[in-house]
């Protein structure tokens, strides 16, 4: 007369599911942290060199034009000639000419992460680089020099090997 039929889950079937969600979450969650940090330095590294050899073509530009002066410093600044600089989208909150596709991330505040600011204005010369400095993701800086047309870092520093290598 009456068939055993099931319409339910039982409580065992319930807490087997929750725990086996349980264990793929905690080993997921924190697979996807990384990712996302490790897509961070990613784009960093792309930066930097897309930074040099935009520097590069530029050099390479004002020589077939005749000017063999260096480049001071990356951004815009009103105090000195437009030939002293080379403008790119975030340095100095300047994005009216493109020279990467996408702008850099300007750092807001000092506690900013996975940003680019600069840190001091020189000349381009060996004794007085422009210095610019890369926010880490994770914790610390990374400070580049705009020396005599490079763009370089201290390479005994770890911050600076993990972006340029």
């Given amino acids: 007369m009456y068939k055993n039929s099931r319409q339910a889950f039982t409580m065992m079937e319930l807490v087997f599911v929750i725990v086996v969600i349980g264990i793929l979450s905690a080993i997921a969650i ?6 996302r940090g490790d897509a961070i330095m990613t784009q960093a590294k792309t930066t930097v060199a897309s930074i040099r050899s935009a520097i ?5 530009k004002r020589i077939l034009r005749g000017s063999f002066d260096k480049i001071k410093y990356l951004g815009e600044d009103n105090e000195e000639g437009a030939g002293d600089s080379f403008i790119f989208n975030g340095f100095d909150n300047n ?4 020279v990467l596709e996408y702008a850099l991330k300007p750092c807001a505040t000092t506690s900013s992460t996975s940003c680019w600011y600069r840190s001091a204005k020189g000349d381009g010369t060996s004794s007085n680089p422009s210095k610019y400095k890369f926010m880490l993701p994770t914790s610390g800086e990374v400070e580049f020099e705009l020396k005599d047309n490079k763009f370089t870092c201290d390479t005994t520093d770890a911050n600076c090997l993990t ?3």
């Fill in 163 to 165: 972006l340029t290598q």
């Fill in 30 to 35: 924190p697979k996807f942290a990384v990712t």
């Fill in 95 to 98: 994005t009216s000419t493109p």
């Fill in 56 to 60: 590069a073509t530029e050099r390479q």
